[in-house]
C-alpha cells in the first residue's frame, strides 16, 4: 500500500511536468509565429494605424513573456502543494486499511470461538416436544424409519431401494395406525370443485393461485390434507429417557480369549 502512495505522488508529479512541456510547447509553435506574423501584418499598414494598435501588440507581448516565464514554476509548485496534501491523507487510508486487515481475522476467530462455544440445543421435557419423540421412538421400533432417513442410499441401486421402502412403508403404516386415527381435512376427492366458506379456518385450509376480494371462494381440491382425531401413545418403558428414539443393541455371548 505505501508502494502505491508513493507512486500516486509521483504520477501528480509527472502529469504537472508534462502540462508544463505542453504548455512551453504551445507557446512555441503557436502563440510565438502568430505574434510575429501579427508584428507582420502591423509594419504593413499606414503609420497612424501602427500608433493605434502598437500598445495592444506590446501588451501581448508583454502577457506572452510573462506566461513563458511564471507557467512552468506555476505547475510544479501545484504539484509540489498536491503531493503535500494528498500525502498525509493517502497515509492515513493506508494506516486505516492495514488496520481493518489486522482486526478482520480477529474478528473472524472470536465469531468462530463464540460458535464453539454456543451450547447446543436440547430437548426439554416439554409434553409437545416428549410428545415428537414418541412419534419417532414409534415409527423407529416399529418401521426402521430413523435408520433408513439416515441411511446414505446414493451407492444403492433403485430396486433394492424399492423393496426397503415397500417394507418401511408397510411397517410405519400399520404402526401409525395403531396408535393414531387420521381423517381427511375436506372429504371431496382431488381434482374436484370444492367451495370455501366464509367461516373456513386458515390453520386447516391454505389457498393457493390468484386469490382476490373475499371468502367464501371456489377453486379445484389440490390435497384433502389430513388431521388428527385419536391420538394414544404408548408409555415409555420404565426408566427410559424421552430423548433416546431407539436403543443400541448390543449382544452379549461368549467372548473368546485371543
Not at 508529479?13 to 509553435?29: E, S
Not at 409434553?127 to 414409534?138: K, N, T, W
Not at 373456513?200 to 389440490?222: A, C, K, V, Y
Not at 388431521?227 to 473368546?256: C, F, M
Request: aromatic share 6%.
Amino acid at each position: 500500500m505505501k508502494r502505491m502512495v508513493a507512486m500516486t505522488l509521483v504520477v501528480i508529479m509527472l502529469t504537472m511536468l508534462v502540462l508544463a512541456a505542453g504548455t512551453y510547447l504551445a507557446t512555441q509553435l503557436f502563440v510565438d509565429p502568430a505574434l510575429k506574423d501579427l508584428n507582420r501584418a502591423v509594419a504593413a499598414i499606414q503609420p497612424e494605424a501602427q500608433q493605434q494598435i502598437m500598445p495592444h501588440l506590446a501588451r501581448l507581448q508583454e502577457l506572452r513573456n510573462m506566461g513563458g516565464f511564471y507557467v512552468l514554476p506555476i505547475l510544479l509548485l501545484a504539484g509540489l502543494l498536491a503531493t503535500l496534501i494528498l500525502w498525509p491523507l493517502l497515509q492515513r487510508s493506508v494506516n486505516r486499511l492495514s488496520g481493518t486487515r489486522e482486526e478482520t481475522p480477529k474478528i473472524a476467530e472470536a465469531d468462530i470461538g463464540a460458535k464453539k462455544e454456543r451450547p447446543k440445543e436440547t430437548v426439554g421435557d416439554d409434553p409437545i416436544q416428549i410428545g415428537a419423540c414418541r412419534i419417532l421412538s414409534v415409527l423407529q421400533n416399529k418401521g426402521r424409519l430413523i435408520d433408513f432417513l439416515e441411511e446414505d442410499i446414493t451407492s444403492y441401486p433403485d430396486a433394492q431401494i424399492g423393496t426397503a421402502v415397500r417394507s418401511i412403508h408397510e411397517d410405519c403404516g400399520k404402526a401409525l395406525h395403531e396408535y393414531v386415527t387420521l381423517a381427511p381435512v375436506l372429504f371431496e376427492k382431488e381434482g374436484e370443485t370444492v367451495v370455501v366458506p366464509d367461516s373456513f379456518d386458515p390453520s386447516e385450509i391454505r389457498l393457493t393461485g390468484q386469490i382476490t376480494g373475499g371468502p367464501p371462494f371456489e377453486g379445484t381440491l389440490q390435497h384433502s390434507g389430513w388431521k388428527v382425531t385419536r391420538l394414544n401413545l404408548p408409555d415409555y418403558p420404565k426408566g427410559q429417557k424421552h430423548r433416546v428414539i431407539a436403543q443400541a443393541e448390543v449382544e452379549i455371548g461368549q467372548i473368546s480369549e485371543g
